[in-house]
Structures are given as structure tokens and as C-alpha cells.
T-cell receptor, first 113, second 117 residues
Framework: DQQVKQNSPSLSVQEGRISILNCDYT??????FLWYKKYPAEGPTFLIS?????DKNEDGRFTVFLNKSAKHLSLHIVPSQPGDSAVYFC????????????FGKGTRLHILP | EAQVTQNPRYLITVTGKKLTVTCSQN?????MSWYRQDPGLGLRQIYY???????DKGDVPEGYKVSRKEKRNFPLILESPSPNQTSLYFC????????????????FGPGTRLLVL
């Protein structure tokens, strides 16, 4: 059972426009969410996070929105730049003794010139 | 420079031949973890370690072993590799075990691409 879902395997966006990457989760106990960015041949790098007590977190061009009632979060990148072309992983953590982090399958973002 | 290193970066081996992928971090992190990344499946956790001598199974531990004798090292051991373990492996570390209050970010190594024939 996939607890963190990224239903779009890929997304293409024109440079300068807004990129919106979506993520759904099934476990209402998740209390922390993160986005990681991954370039080919490199490990994932942390991008932005949000606690379940918030509904929005912003860092420069990146904003994450959390809708707890819908169990949905999204990452907005505006304006999109060529260097944003990468795979984006949504992840969630569960505050129990295991302290595990669960990743989605990833969405490949292509920024078109 | 703060980093997580993995060795080797690329490895081709044959079924049944024991191998070890090393992972080392220089940030004095307590928490370390191994993931595998497969097409269409994203990142899946294999094993993790909250601290020295403390290890736990992740979501896909079968066929793997780990050890945490020192804080900085967390090797991944495949006692008898099989073709279904062909994958891209990432080691990661963070200051402490995942904390909901602060949300410790994980730092990932560059990855080890393993092919088991």
C-alpha cells in the first residue's frame, strides 16, 4: 500500500511559468512533509518542508501548500527556471518510535525553453 | 566539507558473491539510513540506524544486512546478491532520528549503482 503518492510521473512547464507538483498521502498521522530534488547521477537534496501545523511554507521561488483535510500537498515553483529540471520526491514522516520517512515515486519536471 | 560518501559508485557482480557498500558521513550525525531507488517505485528504505549499535528494518530489508559499529560508518552488506537487488542505492544521514518538531533533513550520498548478473 503506497502511503505517499505522486501520480504524475512527469511534468513539462515553460520557462518562466509556474510549476506545480502534487503529492497525496493516505496516513493522517503523518506530521511532517518534505520535498527533495534529484539531479541525474546525484543523491537527492532537501528542498523545502512543512509541518502539519502549517498550511503554507515559502522559501524564495518555492512554496509548499498543505491541505490536511484533503491529505494533499503541492510544491509551487515560480518562476520556473531551466535548473529546476530534475526529479522531485515528496516525503512524509510519521512520529512514532520508528521515525521512518516515506517517499513518493517522484515526478520528473522538464522546464522547456 | 560536510558530506556523505559511498563506495563504490558503480559495481557489477554475480549472483551469490557477497559484497559490501560502504557509507561514511563526517557530520557527526546520529541517524543513518539506506535506500534503494527503482524505476516507478521511488525511494524505499532498506535499513536505518538511530545511533551506534542500533539498527532497524525499513520497508524492504530482505536480502540485506547492516552494521553500525561507529557513528560515522554504516555499511550495507549483501550476503548473497540476487538480480532483483540490481538497483541504485543511497545512503543518507541526519543529525538525529526524524523529529516531527524540528524535521531533521537528511543528507544523501551520491548513490551506488549495482548490477547483479
Amino acid at each position: 500500500d503506497q502511503q505517499v503518492k505522486q501520480n504524475s510521473p512527469s511534468l513539462s512547464v515553460q520557462e518562466g511559468r509556474i510549476s506545480i507538483l502534487n503529492c497525496d498521502y493516505t496516513n493522517s498521522m503523518f506530521d511532517y512533509f518534505l520535498w527533495y530534488k534529484k539531479y541525474p547521477a546525484e543523491g537527492p537534496t532537501f528542498l523545502i518542508s512543512i509541518s502539519s501545523i502549517k498550511d503554507k511554507n515559502e522559501d524564495g521561488r518555492f512554496t509548499v501548500f498543505l491541505n490536511k483535510s484533503a491529505k494533499h500537498l503541492s510544491l509551487h515553483i515560480v518562476p520556473s527556471q531551466p535548473g529546476d529540471s530534475a526529479v522531485y520526491f515528496c516525503a512524509a514522516s510519521l512520529a512514532n518510535r520508528d521515525d521512518k520517512i516515506i517517499f513518493g515515486k517522484g515526478t520528473r519536471l522538464h522546464i522547456l525553453p | 566539507e560536510a558530506q556523505v560518501t559511498q563506495n563504490p559508485r558503480y559495481l557489477i557482480t554475480v549472483t551469490g558473491k557477497k559484497l559490501t557498500v560502504t557509507c561514511s558521513q563526517n557530520m557527526n550525525h546520529e541517524y543513518m539510513s539506506w535506500y534503494r531507488q527503482d524505476p516507478g517505485l521511488g525511494l524505499r528504505q532498506i535499513y536505518y540506524s538511530m545511533n551506534v549499535e542500533v539498527t532497524d528494518k525499513g520497508d524492504v530489508p530482505e536480502g540485506y544486512k547492516v552494521s553500525r559499529k561507529e557513528k560515522r560508518n554504516f555499511p550495507l552488506i549483501l550476503e548473497s546478491p540476487s538480480p532483483n537487488q540490481t538497483s541504485l542505492y543511497f545512503c543518507a544521514s541526519s543529525l538525529s532520528a526524524w523529529a516531527s518538531s524540528g524535521g531533521e533533513t537528511q543528507y544523501f550520498g551520491p548513490g551506488t549503482r549495482l548490477l547483479v548478473l
